[in-house]
C-alpha cells in the first residue's frame, strides 16, 4: 500500500516535469537540499553561482517524516542526504536521477546497491561500525573476566547473570521495540545466531532456513523472561539506550564505538556521571558453531538527486552529489571510507588515531563483514517496521519464539511479494 500511494504522489509531482521536458521551470541557480545543512559552507565554495535552500531531517523517529511531507506537499528537494534505510524508497527510477560517474574510486560492491537494473540512483557515505559496548566498571565490579577474542552467547548470558546478582543497579542490557530507529543494533543478534536475511536476489525471506532463526527469537526472549533486560522492552526505544550507556545506567549493548567518546563528554558536561567509565567494544557473541566475528548490518548515510529533464540541471545536480558523497566521508572519524580517493581531514585522523576500541572493531569487521538488510530498496522501510509488532508479541509473551520467527518470515514476504508485483 505505501508503495502505491508513493508512486501516485511521485506520478502526480512528475506529470507536469515529463511534459514539459527540458523547460522545467528552474531558475538556475537554486538547489534545495533536505538534510545536509552542514555541508553547506563547502558547498558554497565549490559552487559559488549556486544558492543552497535546506530543509532539515526530523530524525525522531524511524519514519520519513520530513521527506514524505515534501513529496506529499509536490515540493521534492533536489537533493537528499540521510539514512540509507530511510533513502531506499526514494532510490528508485521514478524518483531518484541517474547518476553517470566514475565508479573506479568507489568501493564497487557498496556501490552496487545503489543501483536498480544497472543504473546507479545515489552514493553512499563512509559505512560506520558497531559492537558491543561493555561497560567494564560494571563487569569487574560484578566478578565476571571477559573473554579475549571469540565469545559465545552463553559467555555473553554468564556476564549478564553475574551483572544482575552483584550490586549494579542499572540494566545488564536493553533491548527495545518500541520504534524502528538503530534497528541495526538488534539486526545483530540475527547475524549472531547465523541467519541470512535474504536469499541472493532478495526474492524472500530466509530467516527460517536454518534453525537460527526460532533460536535468536528464544534468546531475546530469555533476555526479557531473566530480567537481563527490562521488562518494558516491548515498548522500550533507543531513545533511552544512548543516555543509559553514557550514564552508566546500562551495562551492556550495541553501539557504535566511535560515538562513545563524545556520549561520555556529554554526561560529564551534564553531571550525569563524575568522570569516563572504563569500556570496551567487542563483536557481539555468536551462537555456538557461527563463526565469529559475525558479519554486522552494513547500515550508513546516503546522497541522491531529484530526477530532472532539464540537462543543465541534470548535470549540476550529479557535481553536487558526487562532492558530497566525497566531503561527508573526509571528517568521517572511525568509519570505513567507501572511497578511495579522499583523505581524513588532520583533525579526524587524530581522533581516529587516539581511539584504538573503534579501531579494534573496524580491523574485526574487515573479517566478519557486513550483511545487508536490504537497505537501498524501496521496501526496506516496511520490512524493518513488520518485526516490531512481533518482537513486542514476543516480549511481551503474548506469542512463542516459534511463532514469532514464522510471523516474521511470512510478513516479510509479503512485502517483497507486493513489491514484485
Same mark, same amino acid.
Given at each position: 500500500?505505501?508503495?502505491?500511494?508513493?508512486?501516485?504522489?511521485?506520478?502526480?509531482?512528475?506529470?507536469?516535469?515529463?511534459?514539459?521536458?527540458?523547460?522545467?521551470?528552474?531558475?538556475?541557480?537554486?538547489?534545495?537540499?533536505?538534510?545536509?545543512?552542514?555541508?553547506?559552507?563547502?558547498?558554497?565554495?565549490?559552487?559559488?553561482?549556486?544558492?543552497?535552500?535546506? *530543509?532539515?531531517?526530523?530524525?525522531?523517529?524511524?519514519?520519513?517524516?520530513?521527506?514524505? /511531507?515534501?513529496?506529499?506537499?509536490?515540493?521534492?528537494?533536489?537533493?537528499?542526504c540521510?539514512? *540509507?534505510?530511510? /533513502?531506499?524508497?526514494?532510490?528508485?527510477?521514478?524518483?531518484?536521477?541517474?547518476?553517470?560517474?566514475?565508479e573506479?574510486?568507489?568501493?564497487?560492491?557498496?556501490?552496487?546497491?545503489? &543501483?536498480?537494473?544497472?543504473?546507479?540512483?545515489?552514493?553512499?557515505?563512509? +559505512?560506520?561500525?558497531?559492537?558491543?559496548?561493555?561497560?567494564?566498571?560494571?563487569?569487574?565490579?560484578?566478578?565476571?573476566?571477559?573473554?579475549?577474542?571469540?565469545?559465545?552467547i552463553?559467555?555473553? +548470558?554468564?556476564?549478564?547473570?553475574?551483572?544482575? &546478582?552483584?550490586?549494579?543497579?542499572?540494566?545488564?542490557?536493553?533491548?527495545? *521495540?518500541?520504534?524502528?530507529?538503530?534497528?541495526?543494533?538488534? +539486526?545483530n543478534?540475527?547475524? *549472531?545466531?547465523?541467519?541470512?536475511?535474504?536469499?541472493?536476489?532478495?526474492?524472500?525471506?530466509?530467516?527460517?532456513?536454518?534453525?537460527?532463526?526460532?533460536?535468536?527469537? &528464544?534468546f531475546?526472549?530469555?533476555?526479557?523472561?531473566?530480567?537481563?533486560?527490562?521488562? /518494558?522492552?516491548?515498548?522500550?526505544?533507543?531513545?533511552?539506550?544512548?543516555?543509559?550507556?553514557?550514564?552508566?545506567?546500562?551495562?551492556t549493548?550495541?553501539?557504535?564505538?566511535?560515538?562513545?567518546?563524545?556520549?561520555?563528554?556529554?554526561?560529564?558536561?551534564?553531571?550525569?556521571?563524575?568522570?569516563?567509565?572504563?569500556?570496551?567494544?567487542?563483536?557481539?557473541?555468536?551462537?555456538?558453531?557461527?563463526?565469529?566475528p559475525?558479519?554486522?548490518?552494513?547500515?550508513?548515510?546516503?546522497?541522491?538527486?531529484?530526477?530532472?529533464?532539464?540537462?543543465?540541471?541534470?548535470?549540476?545536480?550529479?557535481?553536487?552529489?558526487?562532492?558530497?558523497?566525497?566531503?561527508?566521508?573526509?571528517?568521517?572519524?572511525?568509519?570505513?571510507?567507501?572511497?578511495?580517493?579522499?583523505?581524513? @581531514?588532520?583533525?579526524?585522523?587524530a &581522533?581516529?588515531?587516539?581511539?584504538?576500541?573503534?579501531?579494534?572493531?573496524?580491523?574485526?569487521? /574487515?573479517?566478519?563483514?557486513?550483511?545487508?538488510?536490504?537497505? @537501498?530498496?524501496?521496501w526496506?522501510?516496511?520490512?524493518?517496521?513488520?518485526?516490531?509488532?512481533?518482537?513486542?508479541?514476543?516480549?511481551?509473551?503474548?506469542?512463542?519464539?516459534?511463532?514469532?520467527?514464522?510471523?516474521?518470515?511470512?510478513?516479510?514476504?509479503?512485502?517483497?511479494?507486493?513489491?514484485?508485483?
Open positions: 500500500m505505501r508503495k502505491l500511494i508513493l508512486m501516485c504522489i511521485i506520478a502526480l509531482m512528475t506529470f507536469p516535469l515529463l511534459a514539459e521536458g527540458v523547460n522545467e521551470d528552474w531558475d538556475g541557480v537554486t538547489v534545495s537540499i533536505a538534510g545536509g545543512r552542514g555541508f553547506d559552507e563547502m558547498l558554497v565554495a565549490e559552487f559559488p553561482g549556486i544558492t543552497f535552500e535546506y *530543509a532539515d531531517i526530523d530524525q525522531s523517529t524511524g519514519e520519513n517524516i520530513t521527506m514524505s /511531507a515534501l513529496v506529499a506537499a509536490g515540493n521534492p528537494p533536489d537533493i537528499y540521510g539514512f *540509507a534505510g530511510r /533513502a531506499g524508497m526514494y532510490l528508485v527510477p521514478e524518483y531518484a536521477q541517474p547518476l553517470n560517474i566514475d573506479s574510486v568507489w568501493n564497487q560492491a557498496v556501490l552496487d546497491t545503489y &543501483k536498480h537494473g544497472g543504473v546507479l540512483y545515489g552514493l553512499p557515505y563512509a +559505512l560506520p561500525v558497531q559492537g558491543m559496548a561493555i561497560n567494564t566498571d560494571i563487569v569487574d565490579a560484578a566478578g565476571y573476566d571477559i573473554p579475549d577474542g571469540p565469545w559465545t552463553f559467555d555473553y +548470558l554468564e556476564m549478564l547473570d553475574r551483572i544482575k &546478582k552483584s550490586d549494579y543497579e542499572g540494566d545488564p542490557t536493553y533491548l527495545y *521495540a518500541g520504534s524502528p530507529s538503530a534497528d541495526y543494533f538488534w +539486526l543478534w540475527f547475524s *549472531a545466531f547465523g541467519i541470512d536475511l535474504f536469499d541472493e536476489g532478495y526474492t524472500r525471506s530466509t530467516f527460517n532456513d536454518t534453525e537460527g532463526g526460532v533460536e535468536a527469537m &528464544k531475546l526472549k530469555h533476555l526479557v523472561d531473566e530480567g537481563y533486560s527490562p521488562a /518494558a522492552s516491548a515498548t522500550n526505544t533507543v531513545n533511552e539506550v544512548l543516555p543509559g550507556f553514557r550514564e552508566g545506567k546500562i551495562a549493548t550495541g553501539f557504535r564505538p566511535n560515538w562513545i567518546p563524545d556520549h561520555l563528554a556529554v554526561a560529564i558536561d551534564q553531571g550525569k556521571i563524575d568522570k569516563a567509565f572504563n569500556y570496551i567494544v567487542k563483536p557481539f557473541p555468536v551462537r555456538p558453531g557461527v563463526v565469529w559475525a558479519p554486522i548490518p552494513g547500515v550508513g548515510t546516503c546522497v541522491l538527486a531529484h530526477k530532472t529533464e532539464n540537462p543543465d540541471k541534470a548535470k549540476m545536480l550529479t557535481d553536487i552529489v558526487v562532492f558530497i558523497g566525497g566531503i561527508a566521508q573526509i571528517n568521517s572519524s572511525g568509519d570505513i571510507l567507501t572511497r578511495s580517493d579522499i583523505s581524513l @581531514t588532520e583533525e579526524a585522523q &581522533k581516529y588515531d587516539a581511539d584504538p576500541v573503534t579501531q579494534g572493531i573496524i580491523a574485526m569487521t /574487515a573479517i566478519g563483514g557486513f550483511m545487508d538488510p536490504g537497505y @537501498t530498496y524501496e526496506y522501510g516496511e520490512t524493518r517496521e513488520c518485526a516490531l509488532p512481533i518482537l513486542r508479541d514476543l516480549y511481551n509473551g503474548d506469542i512463542t519464539p516459534e511463532q514469532a520467527a514464522q510471523e516474521y518470515e511470512d510478513a516479510v514476504n509479503a512485502i517483497l511479494e507486493e513489491y514484485a508485483q
